[in-house]
């Protein structure tokens, strides 16, 4: 058995870890109340927050009035403390936000893409060098979010940008690699999926099924809040399951797909439009408009029932405890709510139908993905192994 030099260092760090794990799942926690969660007493929590300080890692502020009374204070990030830089690469456009242990990010930087894929992908790196150069002390984490099947740090395919087999390594190109930050690329879907389950609508269900439409359908079943990614992580490619006519062939080479049936592409089809080139805009274009007429009525009903019977078929397929909606489909579903919820219950099996998992949309909306990434990120980060590699670093 191999031998961590470090795992003395981690040890010692497993109770930090558990005390930011709450703060992260309670943000505005006081100390005692947090000590309640963790089951241990004041004198401990006490001594916690302060090497949690003395790292730089926690710290306490005035929690906000409450009328009289003596006032207290709650645990939030320390103001020098470590941060992580989310990456959304979207289908229209990319956005880098940055965020501390509270998991809240703050967008820094974006911008549309540049036409060929090198260009796009080192104006991204570029982006990102200058955030790093900006906080070479803090950044730890580089999380991606993007829109397409992701396999370690390869990207299988990007539809939207006519992408594949893209290494997605390349973004941190203008990092230092003295810096040691560490790079995790994730689905977009499987990351807004993530960030429902720990902070949004699914935040109480052991078992939850997240989907979200943009170009296409995608999303990701979450089990007592983590994932369920694969054998190679590219699970929850819900959008290429054959659920809808076989004639039509779907960009990424099957047939079938039920990508084809539920976004703007399938919109402008059932409206005579030709294919756009940002599906989630032109959904909200023709929902926009002031005055539906049959046609689009039509359209929107076909669509909404597809998301719908679809939907049905998955928690047929997962036994979910709730399901939640991102991105377009959102906006599909309200734009013809009987439609959806006819289709949804008739795809049920009939033991499901009396009591059937609820649909909800998602809290996070389009920042799904982007708060997913933060999440993903601050999992290493305030591991005890990342606290451990943090308290090491020079300065700290």
Request: proline share 7%; net charge neutral; aromatic share 4%.
């Amino acid at each position: 058995m191999t031998h961590d030099p470090r795992q003395p260092a981690q040890l010692r760090w497993l109770g930090a870890a558990a005390l930011l794990a709450v703060v992260r799942s309670e943000p505005g926690i006081t100390r005692t109340a947090a000590a309640q969660r963790l089951g241990i007493g004041s004198g401990n929590a006490t001594e916690l927050s302060s090497r949690l300080r003395a790292a730089r890692l926690l710290d306490e502020q005035p929690a906000p009035a409450q009328g009289r009374g003596r006032p207290t204070t709650v645990l939030g990030p320390h103001a020098e403390g470590p941060l992580v830089l989310a990456v959304d690469l979207r289908a229209s456009d990319w956005r880098l936000a940055l965020a501390g242990i509270d998991g809240r990010p703050t967008v820094v930087s974006q911008s549309g893409y540049a036409e060929e894929p090198d260009t796009a992908l080192a104006q991204v790196a570029k982006a990102i060098g200058t955030v790093y150069r900006r906080n070479t002390k803090r950044l730890r984490t580089i999380s991606i979010a993007v829109a397409g099947p992701v396999s370690g740090v390869r990207l299988g395919q990007f539809p939207s940008r006519g992408w594949n087999d893209v290494d997605l390594s390349v973004l941190t190109a203008k990092v230092s690699d003295r810096a040691d930050v560490g790079l995790l690329v994730g689905n977009d879907a499987t990351l807004a999926g993530l960030a429902e389950a720990r902070t949004g609508a699914a935040r109480a269900a052991a078992t939850a099924l997240h989907l979200i439409v943009a170009q296409g359908i995608g999303g990701t079943l979450v089990v007592n809040g983590v994932p369920v990614t694969g054998a190679h992580g590219a699970a929850g490619e819900y959008g290429h399951i054959p659920f809808a006519d076989p004639d039509l062939v779907c960009p990424c080479g099957a047939r079938g797909c039920w990508d084809l049936t539920v976004d703007g592409r399938a919109l402008a089809r059932h409206l005579g439009d030709a294919p756009p080139d940002d599906a989630v805009g032109y959904v909200h274009a023709v929902i926009d408009r002031p005055d539906r007429n049959a046609r689009t009525r039509r359209a929107l009903n076909a669509v909404s029932t597809s998301l719908g019977r679809g939907i049905g078929g998955l928690v047929n397929l997962h036994d979910p405890d709730v399901v939640t909606l991102g991105g377009a489909a959102v906006l599909l579903r309200a734009a013809a709510p009987e439609s959806f919820a006819d289709a949804y219950r008739n795809a049920l099996m009939a033991f499901r139908k009396s009591a059937p998992p609820p649909v909800r949309d998602g809290v996070h909306g389009e920042d799904g993905p982007l708060h997913g990434a933060v999440e993903l990120a601050l999992d290493h980060v305030v591991s005890a192994t990342g606290i451990a590699d943090w308290v090491a670093l020079p300065d700290v």
